[in-house]
């Protein structure tokens, strides 16, 4: 059952820029812990960004190097993930994903301990 939904992906250059977004109106994401995660075929979902409820910790990828920068807004009900200096190694479909969590949300970093997802959108770098 889809609880979430992404946009934004799209085709760019390497060097270009992408800001995803992430909604939803079935949950409250103020009790979430909320991530990013990417996936290509043939290989596993790995994580890109994690955020807490208050969207005041982060956890990023080894390969971010600081070029992401995810955030959110409760008040809104969503969060966004801003992808800067895009190489094609970054090419993967991009999903959002959310957690309720007793623990502090940096605790969870991979894809198996999330609840909730969205469908996926496709980000593609050529260079």
């Known amino acids: 059952q889809k609880r979430l939904a992404e946009s934004g992906g799209g085709s760019v250059q390497a060097g270009e820029s992408l800001t995803l977004t992430c909604e939803t109106s079935?949950?409250?994401?103020?009790?979430?812990?909320t991530a990013w995660f990417r996936q290509v075929p043939g290989k596993e979902r790995e994580a890109v960004a994690a955020i807490d409820f208050a969207g005041s910790e982060t956890y990023y990828g080894h390969f971010v190097k600081g070029r992401f920068t995810a955030s959110r807004d409760n008040s809104l009900n969503t969060q966004y993930l801003q992808m800067t200096n895009l190489t094609p190694d970054d090419t993967a479909m991009y999903y959002c994903a959310a957690k309720e969590s007793s623990v502090p949300c940096m605790e969870w970093r991979a894809a198996k301990d999330y609840d909730y997802w969205g469908q996926g959108t496709q980000v593609t770098v050529s260079s």
């Open positions: 079935e949950i409250s994401i103020s009790w979430y812990c």
